[in-house]
């Protein structure tokens, strides 16, 4: 019910007018108690009306203030309710990360163990690989030196055999030159 401004404003004009009315009868015309009266009974008629459209525009503005707020009550729920949503979905994808980041930390962890237990193969059987190559290194060295030795004694034996057989080639060319008649010969050997 909405309260036109004219009324109000009808109803104020029409109190105050009938108010000063009465008081001027009363104070004029005492005599005319029937007038008065009238009077009296427009005023308070008057102030009902205006009393009444007062309450009526009170009423009216405490309806839309509780619209209003009513409405704004609405609008906070729904704020509230999507920030509770989104809260709940954040806590919910923080967890998720958490636990991800958790499952990340032992994977790492994991294979930084196996990591180290695959470079420890690695040395020993670099290790191994080494000493097996240093032991064939010595062994191929202790047989060719036994080899070296061999050959040494070996040519050693070799230059002291060629040595004596060109030592008698050479005193049975001396003695066939030597004794032969032959001047040939003796030249040749010369």
Do not use: H, W
Request: hydrophobic share 40%; net charge neutral; proline share 1%.
């Amino acid at each position: 019910m909405k309260i036109k401004k004219s009324n109000l404003t009808f109803s104020a004009v029409g109190f105050v007018a009938s108010i000063l009315v009465v008081l001027y009868l009363i104070l004029n015309t005492p005599q005319m108690t029937e007038l008065i009266i009238v009077f009296g009974l427009i005023a308070l008629a008057d102030t009902y009306f205006l009393v009444d459209s007062i309450v009526r525009k009170i009423d009216e503005i405490s309806e839309i203030s509780i619209d209003k707020q009513t409405e704004l009550v609405k609008v906070e729920k729904g704020i509230y309710s999507v920030a509770k949503r989104e809260e709940t979905t954040n806590i919910k994808q923080s967890n998720a990360l958490l636990e991800q980041i958790e499952q990340l930390k032992e994977e790492n962890k994991r294979l930084n163990e196996d990591l180290i237990e695959q470079q420890k193969l690695c040395t020993k059987i670099i290790v191994k690989k080494a000493q097996e190559s240093n032991s064939k290194t010595l062994s191929s060295s202790d047989r060719i030196t036994k080899l070296l030795v061999q050959l040494n004694g070996t040519t050693t034996s070799a230059s002291r055999e060629s040595i004596e057989i060109l030592e008698e080639i050479n005193k049975i060319l001396d003695n066939y030159y030597n004794d032969s008649t032959d001047k040939v010969r003796r030249m040749r050997a010369n």
